[in-house]
């Protein structure tokens, strides 16, 4: 990753703007039933992003509480115009954003480095052999690279989160 990438992106209208700063930690494409539902499509591709490297150039997303059978909170931020789910927060860590990659002007660049939940996977939709797939999840400890989970700890510890 280089550190002064960056990399913007938008809801449909143009209302919602933001800017990455760098990479996503990780990126993957999630199939399951939630995911199938709330997005009208077979899948969804999240990047996980600490929260202070995406900047908010215009307009403003807001948050929908979707009801979740765990319990825990589970908000889609939205234009509140034309819709656009661009980011969510899973669990209200509030330190953490699972941006939408394909809102990304250049979300093509983003290929996934895991496939999760593939057991409700849509079965005409086939996997790339070489991005790693997964029944229900994995364990980042041993999938993620190093960088990764540098990251991830580096803003988990400075959010206050970390227990
Ligand atoms: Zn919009
Ligand atoms: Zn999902």
């Known amino acids: 990753m280089t550190e002064d990438e960056s990399f913007e992106g938008g809801c449909f209208c143009g209302h919602v703007r933001y800017r990455l700063q760098g990479r996503p930690i990780f990126v993957q494409c999630c199939h399951c039933r939630d995911c199938q539902r709330q997005s009208g499509g077979a899948f969804v591709i999240n990047g996980m992003m600490e929260a202070e490297r995406v900047e908010t150039l215009s307009g403003e997303a807001v948050g929908v509480s979707m009801p979740t059978d765990s319990g825990r909170p589970h908000d889609i931020h939205r234009c509140p115009h034309c819709q656009t789910a661009v980011w969510s927060d899973y669990g209200r860590r509030g330190w953490l954003r699972f941006i ?31 991005q790693p797939a997964f029944e229900i999840y ?12 540098t990251r991830w700890q580096e803003a ?8």
Request: glycine share 2%; no cysteine.
């Open 156 to 163: 988990l510890t400075k959010s206050g989160a970390a227990r």
């Open 100 to 130: 939408r990659m394909l809102t990304l002007d250049r979300a093509h660049e983003f290929p996934p480095q895991a496939h999760i939940f593939t057991r409700t996977k849509v079965p005409w939709v086939a996997l790339p052999a070489d």
């Open 138 to 149: 994995y364990d980042p400890k041993v999938l993620w690279p190093e960088q990764a989970r």
